[in-house]
């Protein structure tokens, strides 16, 4: 017979009685001793912040997350077919949109808090958000008053949150700034409608009390930094500050034709009025109340907390300036009480750990980006000065090195300069091109010789010009056999070389002389068939794109000449391509004084115009060329003015609306009023305009038969 297997019950038996004796060892992994500090870092901050969250007024942390209630099967369906209808946004007219939006909003009514909770259906609360009117945006906010505590914490929930603040915030700036409507409307309780300055005022009062511990809550810590932006007016959809706010995970959710996305309130700074001002030094102040310098400097590497303490930094020496970091009670001197901050004290062994975290490191970015002018010179002389080599070899480091190179003088540069420079070789190595681009681009700024630079990288690259290219690109014009195209862009992206390497050559193109005839005679080097798969490369086709438009007028002619002759039998194909018809948009703008190469392009795509109208590339380059008047009017589209033929990239939106006869409002283009072009007339001191039918000749006019002439004008005998 077959004998009962004990092993496993002994071994079971053995476990429950090391568990009951507190004895129970690791069956799988033992825990590292740099996991265990973790874990008891972590375990120690939960009680501090469970303790911070305990304010003045008695309120601790919530227990239990209030329940909402759930959509039935009928509703979570309806909604999220209209999700689904927004996100594809096939609707005939706009008229037929918002007469949807309404008909959603009046099913969602009563229901705001189930939606946007729900885990299927909290997108179309962000889409709703992202469509909404003004009235409707405030609406929605007092819907959501008296619940932002929880709603915050919620997975879903607290992206409707982050979304309504940013919607919401451009209105405080139209109310204050614009005039008010004198309408007086009523609300359904009528009282007066609430303005947007109260709205965020009234659910800043919701999270007093409880920012201590909000700082380092997975959902709650992103809504903090929106709310924090939007108090100190700053820019909330520009790239900087999207990396403080958004993780890399987060959705991004959009609704397309909607004002919202279109909206340019929220790419800028925005007026705000003085009682944000004062709520946010009371935001500041209650966050970090009681937190000691030892508390603080855990959280500069929490992963959770240090972006919002990075935002408060910022804030903090950017707005106060001098007088904040002399403050002992400020959140800087509370991070570095000693100064100045040399080697040997707290402060230098707190700075030199940020160092090489690489969590903690973008906390000391942004000290050494905002730090007063004598705070940073003490830092630097006597903790980075010597160190400046090492630390740009350091694959975290060298992000705090760039922040350096940023704010150093002129002769400070030069010493950098002479640390960095033998260097090169290795920092190519590892792939650490971002600091020699910035080198180069400071050098440029502080007008210092790069003939050093440029020897670095001759002697790493090599003297071959193609060859150094390619180099410095990372390009490999070989496809990987047997992998989807498809497949093979998403490799070639995560290539960060790639990035890098990039950067690096369009850095050089900045800077005139040898640095930019480099980078030139590389690309005039390379065969043809490498240059077109360097316009077709992500990465690549930007260094491309650049060399046209940057050329000087005596090295450059020739360059874009024969560049612009290599590309014009592949026209059609580069205009296809998704990426590559950037290229062919860049040489409209290159050609403006080259007639002949620039009428033969045009003529290559005259022939091929159905293939280019079947494809949105094709679209877009056929309508920046304006090849419509090519083919109706050829000689006026010779004469035409290339500026006014292409949107010029390197323009802001407010320059590119004034050469179309445009007014930017709001982030908006108009149309100008007769009165501002005759305003426009009179400044430049040009004659108003006469009406057709009064013909003018000479100076002279001519008296129409049976008519007598207007006083003022000469009649011709």
């Known amino acids: 017979m077959p004998k009962e297997h004990k092993k496993r019950g002994r071994r079971e038996e053995k476990r429950k009685r090391e568990i009951e004796n507190g004895n129970q060892q690791a069956t799988k992994r033992q825990r590292t001793d740099t996991e265990q500090e973790a874990v008891e870092t972590r375990l120690d901050m939960n009680q501090s912040s469970s303790a911070q969250g305990q304010g003045d007024e008695g309120r601790s942390r919530p227990k239990e997350m209030p329940f909402y209630g759930m959509l039935d099967d009928e509703e979570q369906e309806y909604f999220k077919q209209a999700d689904t209808m927004l996100e594809l946004n096939q609707f005939p007219t706009s008229e037929e949109r918002e007469l949807f939006l309404t008909k959603v909003y009046t099913e969602a009514k009563g229901k705001e808090l189930k939606i946007a909770n729900s885990q299927s259906c909290s997108r179309l609360m962000e889409r709703l958000i992202l469509s909404s009117t003004s009235s409707q945006l405030k609406f929605l906010f007092q819907k959501f008053s008296g619940h932002f505590l929880h709603l915050v914490q919620h997975r879903f929930a607290s992206h409707c949150c982050e979304t309504l603040f940013t919607q919401a915030a451009p209105l405080v700036t139209e109310e204050l700034t614009a005039a008010l409507e004198t309408e007086k409307t009523q609300t359904e309780s009528g009282d007066a409608p609430l303005s947007a300055e109260d709205l965020f005022l009234a659910a800043l009062d919701e999270l007093e009390g409880n920012l201590g511990y909000l700082m380092t809550d997975a959902f709650a810590s992103h809504t903090l930094r929106v709310l924090l ?137 942004i000290i050494i980006q905002f730090a007063p002018g004598k705070t940073f010179k003490s830092l630097y002389k006597s903790l980075f000065r010597e160190r400046l080599g090492s630390l740009a070899r350091n694959e975290i480091a060298s992000y705090p090195a760039i922040k350096i190179l940023e704010r150093l003088s002129k002769e400070e540069l030069q010493y950098a300069v002479a640390q960095i420079c033998p260097l090169i070789g290795a920092l190519i190595e590892r792939s650490r091109t971002a600091v020699i681009k910035v080198l180069i681009e400071r050098c440029h700024v502080r007008e210092i010789d790069t003939h050093q630079i440029i020897a670095a990288i001759q002697g790493n690259y090599g003297n071959e010009p193609a060859k150094a290219l390619l180099k410095i690109l990372s390009f490999h014009s070989a496809k990987l056999e047997g992998i989807a195209e498809d497949r093979q862009k998403q490799i070639e992206d995560q290539n960060i070389g790639k990035v890098h390497g990039s950067l690096l050559a369009q850095s050089m193109l900045a800077a005139p002389g040898p640095m930019r005839e480099l980078v030139l005679e590389g690309l005039l080097a390379v065969e043809v068939p490498t240059l077109l798969d360097i316009a077709k490369d992500r990465s690549a086709t930007h260094v491309l794109q650049t060399s046209l438009v940057c050329s000087d007028q005596e090295t450059g002619s020739k360059f874009r000449r024969i560049t612009i ?153």
């Open 229 to 365: 932006m939007v108090l100190a007016g700053r820019p909330i959809a520009d790239i900087n500050s999207k990396n403080l706010i958004k993780s890399k995970k987060a959705e991004n959710i959009s609704s397309a034709g909607s004002k919202s996305t279109s909206n340019g309130a929220i790419m800028r700074s925005r007026t705000v009025p003085n009682s944000f001002n004062e709520a946010l030094d009371h935001m500041t102040s209650s966050m970090v109340a009681g937190l000691d310098t030892t508390y603080l400097r855990a959280l500069a590497t929490h992963p959770t907390g240090n972006p919002v303490l990075q935002l408060l930094i910022e804030l903090e020496l950017s707005r106060s300036g001098k007088t904040k970091a002399k403050d002992p009670a400020s959140l800087f001197r509370k991070l570095l009480p000693d100064d100045p901050p040399e080697e040997g004290t707290e402060s230098a062994s707190f700075i030199n750990g940020l160092l090489y975290d690489m969590v903690g490191s973008r906390l000391l970015e």
């Open 565 to 717: 002759q290599r590309l014009t039998p592949h026209a059609v194909d580069l205009s296809m391509d998704k990426t590559a018809s950037h290229v062919i948009d860049a040489v409209w703008k290159a050609s403006s004084n080259l007639k002949y190469p620039r009428e033969q392009i045009a003529l290559e795509l005259a022939k091929s115009e159905t293939l280019l109208r079947q494809c949105s590339p094709g679209k877009a380059v056929w309508r920046n060329w304006k090849m419509d008047l090519f083919k109706r009017n050829k000689t006026q589209w010779t004469r035409g003015d290339s500026e006014n033929a292409m949107p010029d990239v390197s323009l802001t939106m407010t320059q590119k609306a004034a050469k179309t006869g445009m007014m930017v409002e709001n982030g908006e283009q108009r149309a100008k009023t007769p009165l501002e072009l005759a305003r426009e007339r009179y400044a430049k001191g040009l004659p108003k305009p006469r009406k057709k039918g009064n013909a003018v000749s000479g100076g002279n006019s001519v008296a129409v038969k049976g008519k007598e002439p207007r006083i003022g004008l000469k009649v011709q005998n």
